[in-house]
């Protein structure tokens, strides 16, 4: 389809102002670079020529759009810009690779190449998406700007997702959340990192996205008159101590403002926070850009008294991704406590552009060796000259490596190690060596011995102790946050664990034929569910390591293994014939004439009405939002809630497996649904009487369990009971919060 004079005055419009742009920021500082740049454009002009967008707006603009960002909103230079208009060429068009380096150069190529999807056909137990992820990640050791061209490109496809149909949709946000926000985080994107956050908030929660954003609307100007009264006496002490500089007030955004309500379990109006205060002044030659950051922080504590334990101090040690400033958090007029950033206009620089800002000043101002982001960079390129065989294993284990808290702790002689928040023992230990954490038996923590277990808190010194025949243990995978140690376990683990499983086939054969029972398949289906094993190498593996012993092997034999499945949900997808049982409860009967519950499902897959099954990750209850995700195994439509972080890191990585229809609960109220509820609050005699009496008696639900501690006058503990919908669980939860002494009630994800 032949683009129209409209068209074409799009595109130059936009051409003209990525032309602007680079003008703006000195890109192209001799002919021959404007003459490499407009090169790409017309070639990327020429490739898509004719091809919309979803949208349909002429293809051409996304490419031009991604070099705005690269240039505008993170400050690239050239071969970037000319890298991210050819990013879809390749991949989109007949130009290859060769083509690209000939026209242009191999670096290029390279780059573009690094941008390009995987083609070709992958094993159905990968994950393409995961493979993709992982070509891109291994740039890092060669170009680290083509994770950033690849981030700019994701940010501009969230800017116009609302093009995408629903399945698409969850898809793409489920990526960014999972791999590309915390990227932006890591690289120091973080006016990027925000916007991607509230992007996918505000297409997978578009409900709670404009509740928010309409209640931020409403308190404006009741909040920039407080701002405004606040900042008086700042700007007066400041002029009078004739720093230049430039004050504003930061509103949080609407996804971590979303993220907080979640965690604190609170309301809108008790989130005190919604602002804080930047103060970006121009640094004097001297003295250190350091001491004059505590001389503006001194300014704001003469007039406002400052929380003790709220004063971050990320100039002495900077975060990993570059991050420097002085955070501290002072009591302001009305009793509200505000926060204040203190920056110098190279680290704002450097904390809104992130990585191209890092590099322009890493010769001229940064007089450490190496800072926290080389340090990070030099991990991951560590990692990715090894990485795992599986590329869903790898993504994982790369993901770890992108925490966003720091902590530093100190070896024996006193050199510092930066570990993310919640690191622990074994963590530290992996990071010295592979050899030192697999002998790992116990440390001496500030020269107290503790187990290898331990978490570690910032500014502890930390001597690992070993032992010969010390080896990893499954259980530390629970403990372990780090990437390295992560995939030092696993690998022990699974060259264990193929050593067992080898093993333990070799012997549950040679019991068997004392019974003269030849292994199969149907006596496999038979031995799982007894001895709760998923699958069989999950069963052969737990023989081998002695878990399973086979005495009552006979016995089992001898079972009949009919059991029952019943089946507790009531879903369907509109349009669709078919709604998934009525009133009764179903029983499915599996007898040995019946292969496996997977293989009957999996049969049903031309029947009209879908098999789903309920996710044992977030047990959704009717009310809830909810996606469809099909397992390929089994031929079932699982049912998450629609917030899960299962489902999140199953879109992210298998999204094309997520139903593209909207899943709907039926209007049936017949049966009933397990839900679990934390509660907390201040002890008094008769409380546990007053919550069984209103939910048995006033709401007349029925309770599973009951498990409540009391400690120091304050009880805290877990209710599990059965609930028709997520109306009435919120009902119940309302009526509780009321109970005198009650201060904290809240519905868990798992059971």
């Known amino acids: 389809m032949e683009y129209t004079p409209h068209d074409e005055a799009l595109i130059e419009a936009k051409w003209q102002e990525l032309v602007d742009e680079c003008r703006k920021h000195k890109i192209c500082k001799r002919e021959d670079d404007w003459q490499f740049v407009r090169r790409a454009y017309f070639l990327a002009k020429e490739a898509h020529k004719g091809v919309r967008r979803r949208s349909g707006e002429p293809y051409v603009i996304h490419p031009i759009e991604v070099a705005l ?329 790369f993901k770890l490596s992108l925490y966003k808290s720091d902590i530093v702790v100190f070896t024996p002689k006193g050199e510092p190690q930066s570990l993310p928040y919640g690191a622990s023992v074994l963590d530290f230990a992996y990071e010295i060596h592979t050899k030192i954490g697999d002998h790992a038996i116990g440390a001496k923590i500030n020269h107290r011995i503790m187990p290898v277990t331990t978490l570690l808190n910032s500014g502890d010194q930390v001597e690992v102790i070993t032992a010969e025949n010390a080896r990893p243990k499954a259980e530390w995978l629970d403990v372990v946050i780090t990437s390295k140690a992560r995939q030092a376990i696993q690998d022990h683990l699974k060259r264990e664990r193929e050593d067992n499983i080898n093993y333990g086939m070799e012997l549950l054969r040679k019991r068997l034929e004392e019974h003269s029972v030849i292994l199969s398949g149907r006596v496999l289906r038979k031995l799982m569910p007894a001895y709760e094993c998923r699958n069989k190498d999950e069963l052969y593996s737990k023989i081998g390591a002695g878990i399973i012993n086979l005495d009552n092997l006979d016995k ?65 209850i009717p009310g809830d939002n909810v996606v469809g995700y099909r397992d390929p195994q089994r031929g079932v439509i699982v049912v998450h809630k629609s917030n899960c972080d299962t489902l999140i890191r199953l879109a992210a990585q298998f999204g094309d497996n997520i139903v593209k229809d909207e899943i709907k609960w039926s209007q049936h109220k017949a049966v009933s649904y397990l839900a679990s509820v934390e509660i907390r609050g201040i002890d008094r005699p008769g409380i546990i009487l007053d919550l069984t009496r209103l939910i048995t008696a006033d709401f007349s639900i029925n309770m599973r369990t009951i498990n409540v501690q009391s400690h120091d006058g304050i009880f805290e503990g877990t209710i599990s009971l059965y609930v028709k919908d997520i109306q009435g669980l919120n009902s119940l939860l309302d009526n509780i919060r009321q109970i005198k002494g009650m201060e904290s009630v809240k519905r868990l994800l798992n059971v």
């Open 69 to 397: 960002i690269a240039v505008r909103e993170i400050g690239l230079g050239k071969k970037s810009v000319v890298a991210a208009l050819l990013h879809d060429v390749v991949e989109d068009t007949d130009y290859t690779v060769e083509d690209i380096a000939r026209i242009f150069s191999p670096k290029i190529a390279s780059m573009v190449d690094g941008l390009t999807k995987i083609a070709g056909v992958f094993n159905s137990q990968n994950s393409e998406q995961a493979e993709y992820f992982r070509k891109v990640l291994l740039t890092l050791s060669d170009d680290v700007r083509v994770i950033i061209i690849k981030i700019a490109d994701r940010l501009h496809n969230m800017r116009t997702l609302g093009a995408m149909p629903h399945n698409k949709q969850i898809k793409i946000t489920s990526e960014t959340i999972y791999l590309f926000v915390p990227l932006a985080y890591r690289l120091g994107l973080h006016a990027i990192k925000s916007e991607l956050e509230d992007l996918c908030m505000r297409y997978r929660f578009p409900k709670e996205y404009e509740e928010i954003r309409l209640k931020i609307d409403a308190t404006k100007s009741k909040r920039e008159e407080y701002i405004e009264r606040f900042m008086a006496p700042i700007r007066e002490v400041l002029d009078r101590n004739k720093f230049q500089y430039e004050m504003s007030a930061r509103v949080k955004s609407i996804y971590s403002i979303w993220n907080k309500m979640r965690r604190k379990e609170i309301p809108f109006e008790e989130v005190y926070d919604l602002f804080a205060i930047r103060i970006v002044f121009k640094a004097l030659p001297f003295p250190s850009e350091k001491t004059q950051c505590w001389q503006v922080y001194s300014c704001v504590t003469d007039i406002y008294t400052p929380k003790p334990d709220r004063l971050r101090d990320w100039i002495s040690i900077p975060k990993s991704n570059g991050y420097e400033a002085l955070h501290s958090t002072v009591m302001g007029p009305e009793g509200t406590w505000v926060e204040v950033q203190v920056r110098t206009e190279r680290m704002n620089d450097i904390a809104e552009r992130g990585f191209a800002a890092h590099w322009k000043y890493k010769h001229a101002s940064i007089t450490q060796e190496e800072d926290g982001l080389d340090r990070w960079l030099k991990k991951v390129r560590d990692a990715l000259n090894s990485p795992a065989e599986n590329a869903l294993e790898f993504l994982d284990n």
């Open 556 to 620: 089992l034999l001898k079972e009949n293994s009919s059991r029952k499945i019943l089946k507790f949900w009531k879903l369907f997808i509109p349009g669709m014939e078919g709604v998934q049982q009525g009133d009764d409860i179903d029983e499915l009967d599996l007898d040995d004439d019946v292969t496996s519950l997977d293989e009957s499902q999996s049969a049903k897959e031309g029947s009209p009405a879908p098999e789903f099954v309920i996710a044992e990750c977030c047990e959704p």
